[in-house]
């Protein structure tokens, strides 16, 4: 098993930065692989992108390919979101996933995934 705690939401201009953390425990991290979802409020969630257990093997949502960036550091049990270029449409709460399999981890919608974070918000102005 593993718990998951994401950091590093705010507020920020279109056209700024921001890198999302997700801080999760145990010595199982490896075990899974880790993906990040976002939902809008009254909209559904969505896949953003993920990292392969071993950090192989990266894969991106569409909207974000070019602008997003994830990767994980498993000595320190973290896996992060570089987010670049963000536009007012990116705004939303942004959720750390984790699955023992690649394949569930890039279910769009991210059903039927193992475990997930509480969510941080990310609000990107106009």
């Known amino acids: 098993q593993v718990q998951m705690v994401e950091s590093g939401g705010g507020l920020v201009q279109a056209g700024g930065s921001l890198r999302l953390s997700c801080a999760a425990s145990g010595r199982a991290f490896t075990s899974y692989a880790m993906g990040w979802f976002r939902q809008a409020p009254g909209k559904e969630r969505e896949f953003v992108g993920a990292v392969s257990r071993s950090n192989s093997n990266t894969y991106y949502a569409d909207s974000v390919k070019g602008r997003f960036t994830i990767s994980r550091d498993n000595a320190k049990n973290t896996v992060y979101l570089q987010m670049n270029s963000l536009k007012p449409e990116d705004t939303a709460v942004y959720y750390c996933?984790?699955?023992?399999?690649?394949?569930?981890?890039?279910?769009?919608?991210?059903?039927?995934?193992?475990?997930w974070g509480k969510g941080t918000l990310v609000t990107v102005s106009s």
């Open positions: 996933a984790a699955d023992r399999t690649w394949g569930v981890i890039l279910n769009p919608n991210g059903y039927g995934i193992d475990y």
